[in-house]
């Protein structure tokens, strides 16, 4: 009881000194995500006000560290703009048709399982109209992110286990409610909603954030 007590004392305090990540949502699927040292752009930089979704200010292409990935689900241009990317000294990674217009000294290429410093990213090849798309488990101090792009199919967020957060799109929400399914996940994180629609099915583990808010995941 006494060897329980301790191994339980131990994790909770390597629980307490591992790094928290800050998640400020940018607009429609894009996040700077940060664990003060290294930074992750998920689906950015995008084309400003594409379609029908959120526009951003020019200040925005900015990391608060050097070290700085995008991960990009695919390469419509509400998720990615090469020429925007190109304004900056970051890395990036996605699907071949994203990396084909990246300078090839700034791409990291994508396996199953990838390392970016403290970050290890698991890769879901996920259908999306005729494009490259890939869904992705963020594995980063002892956390789980589940980032969904605009995949329509709920099977990889239904496999992916034990996560902190699950970031996905309105249409994958309602899927999930409307079957009936629970993720298996701590959180849930609506993106990709324009600047007036509110999800009344969210509840009280589920966010949807407005462009500025700041997520903190600990």
């Not at 890939?134 to 199919?153: A, I």
């Not at 909603?193 to 009280?204: N, S």
Request: proline share 6%.
């Amino acid at each position: 009881m006494l060897i329980l007590r301790m191994a339980a004392a131990l994790l909770l305090l390597a629980s307490s000194q591992r790094p928290s990540l800050e998640a400020r949502f940018i607009g429609n699927m894009a996040f700077a995500i940060s664990d003060g040292t290294t930074t992750l752009m998920t689906d950015f930089p995008y084309e400003s006000g594409y379609s029908v979704y959120n526009e951003y200010p020019a200040s925005e292409i900015r990391s608060a560290t050097k070290s700085t990935l995008a991960l990009i689900t695919h390469r419509h241009g509400d998720h990615w703009e090469p020429s925007l990317f190109a304004k900056t000294d970051w890395q990036v990674a996605g699907p071949e048709d994203v990396i084909a217009k990246a300078p090839a000294h700034r791409v990291l290429p994508l396996a199953d399982r990838t390392t970016f410093g403290p970050i290890v990213i698991e890769r879901i090849r996920t259908p999306h109209h005729d494009v490259g798309h890939n869904s992705y488990v963020v594995n980063w101090h002892g956390r789980r992110l589940y980032f969904s792009g605009d995949t329509e199919e709920t099977a990889s967020l239904m496999a992916s286990k034990n996560l902190d957060v699950a970031f996905i799109s309105p249409w994958i929400f309602q899927a999930v409610v409307k079957a009936g399914l629970k993720p298996d996940a701590k959180r849930i994180v609506i993106y990709h909603h324009t600047a007036t629609e509110r999800i009344t099915e969210c509840p009280a583990r589920c966010t949807q954030p407005r462009q500025g808010d700041t997520i903190r995941i600990e």
